[in-house]
């Protein structure tokens, strides 16, 4: 399916340069003099590779439709990732690659989307968000919770995020998998 140039969302796959890109961040220019343009970082979906580019709305894209079934993750063996379909019990095994900054946030019997074309997985989609336990942080000063600040915690999964001060220890709190940023306190 063909889509304008600035009609690219963070997420779509794309087809360019002869082969399957996904857009990772968008940022839209309007400039004083010449056509808007949409700026967009990429991420080769075969190799890794991240590039950026310009794409004006004069130009026309081929947008990538890919398959998607649901998987649950089984266990991590060196760099590969072994998933299980949840319809058929199949085993696949995939680099750990696949996942790049997400990689910490897969849990053990996780549901999962794995993307395919053309029968070959291309990518793989982890819930927005996770609950993990905050493994230390600084205890919170005395009036500091009278301030938005926020302090610095290490996770259960050993990611560094930033917390609010009446978070303590032991406390399990939700998590952004794509920002790596809090949410909220867990129920």
């Known amino acids: 399916m063909k889509i304008s140039g600035v009609d690219i969302r963070p997420g779509n796959i794309i087809e360019f340069e002869g082969s399957l890109w996904r857009a990772v961040k968008i940022q839209h220019t309007q400039p004083g003099k010449g056509g808007a343009y949409m700026q967009v970082e990429m991420k080769n979906l075969f190799d890794g590779r991240k590039t950026q580019n310009r794409f004006r709305s004069s130009e026309a894209v081929e947008k ?15 760099d ?63 009036n500091q919770t009278a301030t938005s600040s926020y302090k610095p915690a290490m996770m259960d999964n050993g990611v560094r995020i930033l917390i609010p001060p009446f978070i303590d220890e032991g406390a399990r709190v939700v998590v952004s998998v794509y920002d790596q940023e809090y949410i909220r306190r867990a129920e």
Request: net charge negative; charged share 30%; no cysteine.
């Open 80 to 142: 590969m990732l072994t998933f299980m379909d949840k319809e058929n019990y199949e085993q696949i095994s995939l680099s750990a690659d696949l996942l790049g900054d997400e990689r910490p946030f897969l849990q053990d019997g996780m549901d999962v989307m794995i993307e395919l074309y053309e029968d070959r997985p291309v990518s793989l989609q982890m819930p927005d968000q996770v609950i993990l336990t905050v493994k230390e942080t600084e205890p919170a000063l005395k």
């Open 64 to 78: 990538v439709r890919l398959d998607q079934k649901d998987y649950q993750f089984l266990f991590a063996e060196g």
